[in-house]
């Protein structure tokens, strides 16, 4: 067989196995999209737009809110002249997929007929059976999501959950106390969404002043992680911050210049918090919940850029190594850091790595990573698949491009003799549905969506 051959028996292989979707946003009971917006304005296709003139770079109104008619369809027309300019771009292409596949849609979308696509998809909103068949069509057996997200619990059949609370250690743009405003913002409260990129922030109801609120506060945080309800909690670690071991005087200093604070505070105060965050997860919980974060992505105005230093690298390196008890997942968004995260995964038996995150999202470096996890990693240390998606179409889409990409890369492995076909498929099992189970606890359904 030539190797394009193999690459089309691969897919159609592929095609046949379960997935476990380790991270995404969907909401329990609303799992599919509202209307049109939902998919032609997911956030990495308002990047395309954005990029090719569109006026428009934020996202949509987020969770818990959600874009009313008139905000969703602002924004479509506006986006509908760009189009074309963007046909070229694989999440584009995941669009077309979306349309074609799923409401059997082939028209472009143009002024004229945008609101029949837009009624066509607002039809089957709120069909929850409709939800399950799309899952069941990329055959994702379970998706995590966050816990803020689970609602009332009506879809805890296909969801896992994890803990998007607090990002202590991730940069906003022209902020310097992130740190300490996102540790009190969670004092005396329960459980919510996370702060969005760029988010205005609210008055909190308490508010930081001194070491021993610090203290307070972290004791709070971590005693409401409801810990038999999340498998993981998952934050960010900026590169921007220069990560160090700081003693009690020196926050005690930063803290009183917290009106003046600069970059110098900023990585005092998220050290410092940081630490005490890894050192009470491991006295608390030990091993019992993964802590997951997001590497390689830096906020700009809007969205983020893809950035990851050699420093820190080697700083998390040493936080992983100070906390052996706890389990470290990377979800990695810089992919010429992938070789460097591969080391440490090998060398630090605690470290894994999830998938391809945000600016690694992309055939041609998904690609790239997979073929050099293939070659470094064990399979029991790496999760090949999660969607990241905000509705469950767009985790459909994800997961065609996946799969697709893994089928490229194993056929290449098998031109050169690395794999035969059934070990290549045995391997791409291994990553889609054995690991996220022994790495996350992600449990596989006992009746699989969309087979009732």
Not at 170 to 177: A, H, K, T, V
Not at 218 to 229: H, K, S
Not at 389 to 407: D, F, I, N, P, S
């Amino acid at each position: 067989m030539t190797t394009s051959n193999v690459q089309h028996a691969l897919l159609e292989a592929l095609h046949e196995l379960p997935l476990l979707d380790a991270h995404t946003h969907l909401v329990g009971g609303r799992l599919g999209a509202r209307g049109l917006h939902d998919v032609l304005l997911y956030h990495m296709a308002i990047s395309d737009l954005y990029a090719a003139g569109c006026p428009t770079g934020t996202r949509l109104t987020q969770y818990p809110g959600w874009p009313d008619a008139a905000e969703a369809h602002a924004r479509i027309e506006e986006a509908l002249p760009y189009l074309d300019r963007v046909r070229n771009t694989s999440i584009s292409w995941g669009i077309r997929m979306i349309l074609r596949e799923l409401y059997r849609w082939t028209d472009p979308s143009t002024l004229k007929n945008w609101r029949d696509l837009d009624d066509r998809i607002r039809e089957t909103a709120d069909d929850r059976g409709w939800h399950r068949e799309i899952l069941g069509r990329a055959k994702i057996e379970r998706t995590v999501t966050e816990i803020s997200r689970r609602e009332d619990g009506q879809d805890d059949d296909v969801l896992q959950y994890s803990l998007e609370w607090a990002f202590f250690t991730r940069c906003q743009w022209g902020e310097f106390d992130t740190a300490l405003y996102e540790l009190e913002r969670c004092w005396g409260a329960t459980p919510a969404a996370a702060m969005p990129i760029g988010g205005v922030r609210p008055p909190t109801q308490r508010v930081i002043r001194t070491l021993e609120d610090v203290h307070e506060a972290m004791a709070w945080y971590l005693e409401q992680i409801p810990i038999d309800d999340v498998l993981s909690t998952a934050t960010h670690l900026s590169t921007d911050i220069d990560y160090r071991t700081v003693g009690d005087e020196e926050m005690k200093q930063a803290l009183a210049r917290r009106d003046v604070a600069g970059i110098s505070e900023r990585d005092i105060y998220a050290s410092y918090i940081h630490e005490a965050f890894l050192a009470g997860l491991e006295e608390r919980y030990g091993d019992r919940l993964a802590f997951q974060f997001s590497f390689g992505a830096e906020p700009l105005p809007f969205e983020t850029d893809s950035r990851l230093a050699q420093r820190t690298i080697g700083q998390f390196a040493a936080m992983a190594g100070r906390h052996p008890r706890l389990r470290f997942q990377c979800y990695l968004s810089s992919a010429h850091a992938n070789q460097s995260l591969c080391t440490l995964c090998r060398e630090l038996p605690n470290v894994s790595l999830a998938a391809y995150w945000w600016h690694n999202f992309f055939p041609s470096i998904m690609s790239r990573v997979m073929a050099e996890r293939l070659d470094m990693l064990p399979l029991n240390k790496q999760i090949g698949f999660f969607s990241d998606a905000y509705c469950v179409e767009w985790a459909w889409a994800k997961a065609a491009l996946v799969r697709r990409a893994l089928a490229g890369t194993l056929a290449d492995k098998i031109a050169i003799g690395q794999y035969d076909f059934d070990a290549a498929v045995s391997i791409a099992r291994a990553i889609f549905y054995e690991t996220p189970q022994t790495l996350l606890g992600i449990r596989p359904a006992t009746q699989p969506p969309g087979t009732a």
